[in-house]
């Protein structure tokens, strides 16, 4: 009887195994056909983003909605696929796609554990998931993955699969494949990482968002650990080099991205330049974009900036902490709420949110992002010295305890508490010779602030347009010398096209005669205005377009030889290039070339260069005397704090509009043109002595400083057609025995000084000179 119930048995479990196989294979017959194809697979083509690389090929910029690097699986670090393989898939080599034995180890571990802790899916079967499966835990879901598995395999070497899992899984923080994660969180190549980086990388894809070292590191380190002792238990790495990989500290990088240098703006730009052409491609083809910016110059750029900015920030003083932190809630856990506060507030650049645990007079500890405590004394106080007393001031907020600050490391790595500014401030550089733009910073902060400055802002260039205005005269028989009074003045609203206006000089002073080169030296206003007024307003008008500017901007008023129309940064740059460049209009470009993702290049550039193919848009000599005088504004005007950069090949124009609201210095070396701008976007004074000179020239000079270093010494030779002779500095009038030495048109140079007598009559004679070239 027992015998005949063991047989019963046997037959039952035996039928209902043929039972489940012929239910297997009729479900498998159902399902194959309906698998989808593989071609996915073996003409893989991921979604690589567009990237913009610096003049060097330094990466600048990335977008798309998946960062990631595709890389052959023979040049991926041994010790990584070691580390994947024993994370996910230690029998990877050796089953056929699905891994029996890795499902009955799994089986076991999660009944003896009473719950779900150890899958059985093998790395064949994730990529099926990842290509072509939904993420539901289903038993319908996970039979299609089996059959999908044994069909890859079947289809691809094991290197192939291993190098698809490779380079599409997600790994958090945007990053798809390894390649791109290394990048991500340790900013490293993938050839570059530690055995210990290897090994956190290889635990993110059983759950990129609970073992993301970012989100929480605790939980990285610790997924990190039983990936090391897996590869220990598998013999791929010794007891020394577990030990030394445990102990190993996680630098990991905790900005959301980062790049090699700073350039977002020209990045942006690239952007949509790409997006204009290809459309939604621009972000999946792996596009490569490379532009002119050059590390040097964007470096220098960005420091000069963000420098520039906080100086007049200092100026103008603190006004107190950002928000109040509660510390006093009831948690076992500080770090947490403070980690929770500063999660919603971003840094800027170099300029780090913290939150204070104790304050007073001579003494700030706070606490920055990641667990960082810090200890501020002594001139890192200064800025902020009356916010540390409870009496900071009416409606001033003191800095106490949970008071959320900003501090910042100056260059002696000393902390020092700081403040966000409210100004913004642009610079943009380019080649005088053919439009390349080396540097552009568009803002104080991209982040903040997206807009623009250099190419979208339209502000009053105020003095620094002038130098266009004396161009015109140059070409309307004026010479460097030519005597123009620097007296009051008063216009009707018909004269002005607005008002009644009686304008006067920056200092408040006027000096009587004095020679055109001077006038522009020390930006006489009523001497710009009087010129304005000889050579005509709509003359003037029609002349500045030759240079770029929009006519439509710069009614032809008087006030024109003020600033008061409108101009952005990067025409200003293209403007003084003419004068630099010999007298050319160069295009301002900042893409050299486009490739795809082979390497193979779908545009380039082709600039007109100056003297070659470049329009020429005023005389070599009109270019040249400008030059001259603008040097002058260097060496004896507006301008001669730059006189510290130790160059004699300088020359620029200082701009400073009506109450202040902007600053600017444009000026230029043979070879490299440099603008300068800072106001507020919605405009309003900088401040009563917030001149170009004081605001915006300290820029300029901390960019030309470092973008010239070591760079030789230009000579301005005068073109053909201008001769250089003595003449009286208070006339302007040729004498052989005079102390000063100027420069002239051939066809233009003034009486001798012994026809005339006196300053006044060397005004008449001019005017009589002028009078009787126009005449002709």
């Not at 009887?1 to 039928?15: K, S």
């Not at 309906?34 to 090929?57: F, H, M, N, Q």
């Amino acid at each position: 009887m027992l015998t005949r119930w063991w047989v019963y048995l046997i037959a039952a479990f035996f039928a209902v195994g043929l039972l489940g196989v012929l239910l297997v294979g009729f479900a498998a017959l159902v399902t194959i056909p309906t698998l989808p194809s593989l071609e996915a697979l073996t003409d893989y083509r991921p979604k690589i983003p567009l990237r913009v690389y610096s003049d060097e090929g330094l990466l600048i910029g990335e977008f798309g909605e998946e960062r990631r690097q595709v890389v052959k699986i023979s040049t991926a670090p041994k010790r990584l696929k070691q580390a994947i393989l024993a994370a996910e898939d230690d029998r990877f080599y050796q089953h056929g796609g699905v891994d029996y034995i890795g499902i009955l180890r799994a089986a076991y571990s999660n009944f003896t554990s009473g719950g779900v802790r150890q899958g059985a899916s093998t790395i064949t079967m994730q990529v099926a998931r990842n290509f072509f499966l939904t993420k539901e835990k289903t038993l319908t879901r996970k039979f299609s993955e089996a059959l999908l598995a044994f069909k890859i395999e079947h289809s691809l070497s094991k290197d192939e699969i291993l190098e698809l899992y490779f380079n599409q899984i997600y790994l958090g923080q945007r990053a798809y494949g390894f390649a791109a994660a290394a990048q991500v969180y340790f900013g490293k190549p993938l050839n570059d990482i530690s055995l210990a980086e290897a090994a956190m990388l290889a635990g993110l894809p059983k759950a990129p968002s609970r073992f993301n070292p970012v989100v929480n590191i605790k939980r990285a380190k610790a997924r990190q650990l039983y990936v090391l002792r897996r590869m220990h238990d598998l013999s791929y790495i010794s007891n020394q080099e577990f030990k030394e990989a445990e102990k190993q500290p996680m630098h990991v990088k905790r900005e959301s991205q980062e790049f090699t240098m700073r350039a977002d703006y020209v990045a942006e730009m690239a952007r949509q330049a790409v997006y204009e052409r290809y459309k939604d491609d621009a972000y999946t083809k792996g596009y490569r974009v490379y532009t002119t910016v050059k590390k040097l110059d964007q470096e220098a750029a960005n420091k000069a900036v963000r420098l520039g900015v906080m100086d007049y920030d200092r100026r103008h003083g603190y006004r107190g902490p950002e928000a109040v932190i509660d510390l006093t809630k009831n948690s076992s856990d500080r770090e947490e709420i403070l980690e929770d506060a500063l999660q919603e507030v971003s840094d800027s650049g170099d300029i780090h949110a913290a939150v204070a645990l104790a304050a007073d007079p001579k003494f700030v500890k706070v606490y920055r992002r990641g667990g960082e405590i810090i200890e501020i004394t002594g001139d890192g106080l200064k800025f902020a010295q009356k916010f540390l007393t409870s009496k900071a001031g009416p409606n001033q907020q003191h800095i106490r305890r949970g008071s959320l600050i900003r501090i910042w490391k100056n260059e002696k790595g000393t902390w020092q508490i700081v403040q966000l500014p409210q100004v913004e401030a642009s610079l943009v550089s380019i080649n005088s010779r053919d439009g390349a733009i080396h540097a552009m910073v568009g803002g104080f902060d991209f982040n903040r602030n997206q807009f623009n400055h250099v190419t979208q802002a339209w502000r009053q260039p105020g003095s620094s347009f002038k130098p266009f205005v004396y161009s015109a005269s140059l070409e309307k028989g004026f010479t460097p010398a030519t005597v123009i009074n620097d007296a009051p003045l008063f216009f009707t609203a018909a004269e002005t096209g607005s008002e009644d206006w009686e304008p006067r000089n920056f200092d408040g002073n006027f000096e009587g005669p004095l020679r055109m080169r001077e006038g522009l030296a020390k930006s006489k206003n009523l001497v710009s205005i009087r010129i304005l007024q000889a050579i005509g307003t709509q003359y003037a008008q029609d002349y500045v377009a030759r240079f770029g500017f929009d006519p439509k901007q710069h009614p032809p008023y008087l006030p024109m030889a003020l600033g008061a129309g409108s101009v952005t940064p990067m025409q200003m740059a293209v403007g003084y290039a003419a004068f630099a460049n010999g007298g050319f209009r160069v295009s301002p470009y900042f893409i050299k070339r486009i490739e795809d993702v082979k390497g193979n290049i779908l545009e380039q550039s082709e600039p007109a260069l100056a003297a070659e193919k470049a329009k020429q848009i005023i005389d070599p000599r009109n270019a040249f005397l400008m030059t001259s005088m603008m040097q002058d504004v260097i060496q004896r005007g507006t301008a001669t704090k730059a006189k510290q950069l130790n160059r004699t090949d300088l020359a620029g124009k200082t701009g400073t509009t009506n109450n202040h609201v902007d600053a600017w210095f444009c000026g230029y070396q043979a070879d490299l043109v440099a603008i300068a701008w800072i106001g507020f976007d919605t405009p309003r004074s900088l401040g009563n002595k917030e001149t170009g000179s004081q605001a915006a020239l300290p820029i300029w000079m901390n960019y030309m400083g470092k973008a010239l270093k070591g760079v030789p010494m230009a000579a301005y030779t005068p073109p053909p057609g201008i001769t250089a002779v003595k003449i009286n500095p208070a006339t302007g009038l040729r004498d052989a025995g005079g102390t000063m030495t100027e420069y002239f048109l051939e066809e233009q140079l003034p009486p001798e000084a012994d026809s005339v007598k006196g300053v006044d009559e060397a005004i008449k004679s001019a005017e009589d000179v002028i009078r009787e070239f126009l005449a002709h």
